[in-house]
């Protein structure tokens, strides 16, 4: 099992940056990769980012250039940021953070990111 708690979500206007956090608490040695997923309600969950075990990144087009996704492990616990420069009003989402421990996938809480003037 792992655990996941986000933080960092909130009302930003266009343009500016957030960054988000997704700390990982458990069998932290099982996961193969973190990521992010947003998802606006009435849609499709919408990949973002993802950072792998081998240090890996991959980014959805719409977010290459703008976002950054790093990893940091300390003690007994592993986190991930998702750093959001440029912000636009379509960032606009519900942002779940996960975890793949092969065969499963964790998801947080989830937090809202809302991008307007």
């Known amino acids: 099992q792992v655990q996941l708690v986000e933080s960092g979500g909130g009302l930003v206007q266009p343009g500016r940056s957030l960054r988000l956090s997704c700390s990982a608490s458990?069998?932290?040695?099982?996961?193969?990769?973190m990521g992010w997923y947003r998802q606006v309600p009435g849609k499709e969950p919408e990949f973002v980012a993802l950072?792998?075990?081998?240090?890996?990144?991959?980014?959805a087009d719409s977010v290459k250039g703008r976002f950054t996704i790093s990893r940091d492990n300390a003690n007994n616990t592993v986190t991930v940021y998702l750093q959001m420069n440029s912000l636009k009003p379509e960032d606009t989402a519900d942002y779940y953070c996960?975890?793949?421990?092969?065969?499963?996938?964790?998801w947080g809480q989830g937090t809202q990111v809302t991008v307007s003037s």
């Open positions: 996960y975890a793949n421990v092969p065969p499963e996938k964790f």
């Open positions: 458990g069998n932290i040695f099982g996961i193969s990769a």
């Open positions: 950072f792998s075990s081998g240090g890996n990144t991959n980014y």
